[in-house]
Structures are given as C-alpha cells and as structure tokens.
C-alpha cells in the first residue's frame, strides 16, 4: 500500500499538469467502512484508492460496540487477531433516563456463531488495524488531505492534487452497514429491545452450572500454564477474573460462556460435558 500523506492542497492546479492515477475502485472517505471494503476489494486483487479529506484517520471514537457479525467480517479479512486486544466481549449497555430509570438493557449472554453478540471496542485502534492491514496490498493506495470535487460521468473522479480515471465510485460513509458497528441510537431504535431471561429451572440446574464453572475455571488454569508464552495470555486472564466474578455472583451462564472464550483464544476446546 502507498499513502499519500496531506498530498499538496492543489486545488487550482491545471488540469493537463494534474498527475492521473488509474484504478478499479475509488473508494471516498477512509473511514471503518470504506477501509474494509479496501480491505475486501485487496484480497481479490482489485486495484483501490480510498480518497480521504482528512489528513490523517479521525482519532477519536464514534461508536462504542461491535456485533458477532462484524467480528466475522474482520475474521473474513484475517484481521480478527489483530483486533481483539482493542475489544472486550459480552458488553452489556442498559439505557437511563434522566431521572435515572433503566428503560432498556442490552445484556448479550451467546456466542452459538463463534463470537460474542456484543463487544465493546476502541475504534480509532480498530480503524488502525483495519488501515494497516491494507499494507499487505501493492495495488490499494490511500490518498490522505484529497478531497472530491466532480465526478466526470461515471468513469472519472477529479480530486485535489489527483485526478483518477477509469474507477468505479464508491461513497462510503453513504452506505454505512448497520450490521458493521452498533451505536447507541441504533441500539434503541433500530433493533427489538426484547429481553432475554435465563433463569434456573431448578436447583439441580443451579447446581450443574456451578459445577461447570469450577470445572471450566481448573480447564482454563491448566491451558493459561501450558500457554504461558500464548500472547493471548493477558487478555484470558482477563477474561478469567470476569468469569469468575460472574459465577461468584451466582451468574453462572455468563460465567460458563467468558470462561469458554478464555479457553478458545487460547486455542483449547471448552470442556461442556457434564459428565467429566
């Protein structure tokens, strides 16, 4: 990948001293969408550049969580690994009035696809991440501190410093995904706030769960030791301390399920028979 960085603002220069750039794909705005789209469109080898006004990626966050869906997508691109240090599962988010009142409680307790259905997130690192990865693609530029000021047609796109031909356009902040990143009106407003109610059936239930956590936390001190050089390490002991506080506050299936993620970034299956 090339960058070019705050590229002279050249606005009035000629248009036959204008140096052209030809390529498939011109995306607009370098923003968590239109970085992976690149980062799609590169490993197909389709030739990019994302055309940024900016001279560099916004350094503050504009979202706070991301889904199981999104996390699949950044797998999809091999860049699950690189993000999950910037991540934290199960992120419950509850909603207050002024006076104080929860009037909504978002409180993810699966991961049956492989990821948890809620994850808090730092975007700007997130946004990095996405950027850095286009470093593995020769054919996807990113031009900083240009901006679009006409297209020609449908076939040309004329920008400060730069004009690009032959490339289809894609706007990227105009086909956000809401499936991409969860923001806090989205939440609200665009999903079903409908809550979801574990309980325990009986005590024996209460009990066999109690028993999987005590067994899953000796499973993931067992894999914590024979991965001590695992750079996944921190983050499961992180995990653990989580997972136990949940069990100790007779939060047994949240428990069970952090310290199965614990278990899984450490490369080990969960333990979920019962009669072991």
């Not at 240090?85 to 492989?114: K, V, Y």
């Not at 356009?169 to 009106?185: E, N």
Request: with cysteine; net charge negative; charged share 20%.
């Amino acid at each position: 990948m090339s960058a070019f960085v705050n590229a002279a603002n050249t606005a009035n220069t000629a248009a036959d001293t204008t140096p052209d750039i030809t390529t498939d794909v011109a995306i607009v705005g370098a923003g968590p969408v239109g970085l992976m789209i690149a980062n799609i469109l590169g490993l197909q080898g389709v030739r990019v550049t994302i055309v940024e006004k900016l001279d560099q990626l916004i350094d503050y966050p504009r979202a706070i969580g991301l889904d199981d869906e999104a996390l699949r997508v950044f797998q999809a691109v091999g860049l699950a690994d690189a993000l999950l240090p910037h991540t934290t599962p199960d992120h419950w988010m509850r909603f207050l009035t002024s006076e104080g009142h929860c009037f909504a409680s978002i409180e993810p307790r699966t991961d049956e696809f492989g990821w948890s259905r809620r994850n808090a997130f730092i975007q700007p690192l997130a946004d990095r991440v996405l950027f850095e990865g286009l470093e593995r693609f020769a054919h996807v530029d990113v031009c900083f501190g240009h901006g679009v000021e006409a297209l020609a047609g449908r076939a040309a796109l004329r920008g400060r410093g730069h004009q690009q031909r032959d490339a289809r356009v894609l706007a990227a902040p105009a086909i956000w995904l809401t499936v991409f990143f969860i923001v806090p009106l989205f939440v609200v407003f665009g999903i079903s706030l409908a809550m979801v109610g574990v309980g325990h059936s009986d005590a024996e239930a209460a009990i066999t769960r109690s028993e999987r956590c005590s067994r899953l936390s000796r499973q993931l001190d067992e894999a914590i030791e024979n991965h001590a050089q695992a750079v996944q390490v921190a983050q499961a002991k992180t995990l653990q301390k989580k997972a136990t506080r949940y069990c100790a506050d007779h939060k047994q299936a949240q428990g069970i399920r952090t310290f199965a993620n614990a278990l899984k970034l450490l490369g080990v299956t969960p333990d979920d028979d019962p009669s072991q």
